[in-house]
Nanobody
Framework: QVQLVESGGGLVQAGGSLRLSCLAS????????EGWYRQAPGKEREWVGTITPGGQTNYADAVKGRFTASRDNAKNTVYLQMNSLKPEDTGVYYC?????????WGQGTQVTVSS
């Protein structure tokens, strides 16, 4: 069984920063934490960014230049540093991991950016 737990969300003013974490545990041999998605109220879940096992990253245009993903393989953790936050960044942030053909999601962490 694989568990993903996101943390680090909260309430922040526009222009502020947060760092999210995604910790994998359980039967994680071969597991790859692939990246981040988010879901704003009343909207569909959208892709935020991905990080390869080697640390290469790719981001959605809406967050490019403001968000940075990183990983600590020794800690089975992927991070999302979010700077210059905007109210439109508000939503529940999820990490996704893959093991073979299966994908796993965490429970999400709420990020609220006030104007």
């Amino acid at each position: 069984q694989v568990q993903l737990v996101e943390s680090g969300g909260g309430l922040v003013q526009a222009g502020g920063s947060l760092r999210l974490s995604c910790l994998a545990s359980g039967s994680i041999s071969g597991l790859h934490i692939e990246g981040w998605y988010r879901q704003a109220p009343g909207k569909e879940r959208e892709w935020v960014g991905t990080i390869t096992p080697g640390g290469q990253t790719n981001y959605a245009d809406a967050v490019k230049g403001r968000f940075t993903a990183s990983r600590d393989n020794a800690k089975n953790t992927v991070y999302l540093q979010m700077n210059s936050l905007k109210p439109e960044d508000t939503g529940v942030y999820y990490c996704i991991a893959r093991l073979g053909p299966r994908s796993y999601w965490g429970q999400g962490t709420q990020v609220t950016v006030s104007s």
